[in-house]
C-alpha cells in the first residue's frame, strides 16, 4: 500500500462528521456545564459524550492504537506521546464557545507515528467547514485546496491569539503585555475567535497572518498543525526554536519572516508541558 495512513484518515473524517453531527444537535438543547480547574476552565456532558463516541469507534477499528484525548486526560489519564500510531483528540474545541452557543466551536483530531503528525482533522461543525491535510498531500477546506495567505510583512497582518483569566498575576500581565507588544508593531489588529483549532485553520487558509499561543494543549494544536504545514505556512515554538507538540505553546504564521517577528517580541511564562505532571 503507498499510504498505509490514508484508511485511517478517512476513518478520522467520518467520526469527526458524527461528532459535528452530535454538537450541531446538543446546540438545540439545554447545555450541562461543569466547571474543571477554574470557574472559567469548562467542560459540558457533550464533550464526554463525543469524545466517547470518537475512542469507541476508532479503537473498534484500530485496537492496537494509543490515544490522548482532552477529557480522558482530565479523567486522569495519561498524556505521554509514544512512537505508537495515536489519535489525539479534542472533542469540542471551543468548549466556552459552545456554551455560549458562539460559532467557532470545532472536533480536532491529528494522527502521530513515531511522534510525527501524519494527518490533521479539524471541523468547524456550525460553519460546516471539514479542514483536512495529509503530510505531503496538501490542506483542504471541504475538499477544495487552501492555503496561507503568503504575507510577509507583519504591519499588513491580522493576528489572532487568545486571551483569559489567569489565576497567576504576573501570567496575566505578561499575557496583556504580549497583546499590546504585537499592536504596537502595530499590526491591522488582533482577534481572539475563541477556538485554538479554528484559528490555525484561518491562518491556513488565508483568513489571518498569524496565531500565537501559551498555554494550550496537544489536542488543541496536533490537527491544526498538520494544516498549518501543508497550506504552506510556518509553525514554531514561541522562542522561535522548533515546533513541539507536547510544550503547550506555538507561533503559526504565513512566512518565516511574520513567525519570527513575534516570536521576537513576546514574552513566555510557564506553562508546563503535557507530557510531564507539572
Known amino acids: ?16 462528521k458524527e461528532a459535528g453531527k452530535m454538537i450541531r444537535e446538543a446546540l438545540q438543547k ?39 484525548g482532552e477529557e480522558s486526560v482530565a479523567a486522569g489519564a495519561p498524556s505521554i506521546l509514544t512512537d505508537s500510531p495515536t489519535w489525539i483528540i479534542d472533542p469540542i474545541d471551543g468548549t466556552t464557545n459552545f456554551v455560549h452557543r458562539f460559532p467557532f466551536v470545532s472536533v480536532s ?64 500581565r505578561t499575557m496583556m503585555a504580549n497583546m499590546e507588544s504585537i499592536l504596537t508593531i502595530p499590526v ?21 497572518d498569524a496565531y500565537y499561543h501559551i498555554g494550550i494543549h496537544c489536542w488543541d494544536m496536533a490537527g491544526g498543525a498538520a494544516i498549518i504545514r501543508e497550506a504552506g505556512g510556518v509553525i514554531m515554538d514561541i522562542t522561535g526554536g522548533p515546533f513541539d507538540l507536547m510544550s503547550r505553546r506555538l507561533v503559526t504564521a504565513s512566512s518565516k519572516a511574520i513567525a519570527e517577528h513575534i516570536a521576537q517580541k513576546i514574552q513566555p511564562f510557564p506553562c508546563g508541558r503535557d507530557d510531564t505532571e507539572d
Open 1 to 16: 500500500m503507498d499510504d498505509p495512513w490514508m484508511e485511517c484518515m478517512d476513518h478520522c473524517i467520518a467520526v469527526t
Open 30 to 68: 439545554d447545555i450541562s456545564i461543569m466547571q474543571k480547574s477554574s470557574p472559567v476552565d469548562l467542560v459540558t456532558e457533550t464533550d464526554q459524550k463525543v469524545e466517547a463516541l470518537i475512542i469507541s469507534s476508532i479503537k473498534k477499528k484500530y485496537p492496537t492504537h494509543s490515544f490522548i
Open 109 to 172: 483530531i491529528g494522527f502521530t507515528v513515531n511522534k510525527e503528525i501524519e494527518f490533521g482533522v479539524v471541523y468547524s461543525c456550525i460553519e460546516e467547514k471539514m479542514y483536512t491535510a495529509r503530510k505531503g498531500k496538501g490542506a483542504f477546506c471541504n475538499g477544495v485546496p487552501i492555503k496561507v495567505s503568503g504575507q510577509e510583512d507583519i504591519t499588513k497582518s491580522m493576528v489572532l491569539t487568545e486571551m483569559g483569566f489567569k489565576s497567576d498575576l504576573q501570567h496575566f
Open 188 to 208: 491591522h489588529g488582533i482577534r481572539a475567535p475563541g477556538s485554538a483549532a479554528v484559528n490555525m485553520c484561518l491562518v491556513a487558509c488565508g483568513a489571518a
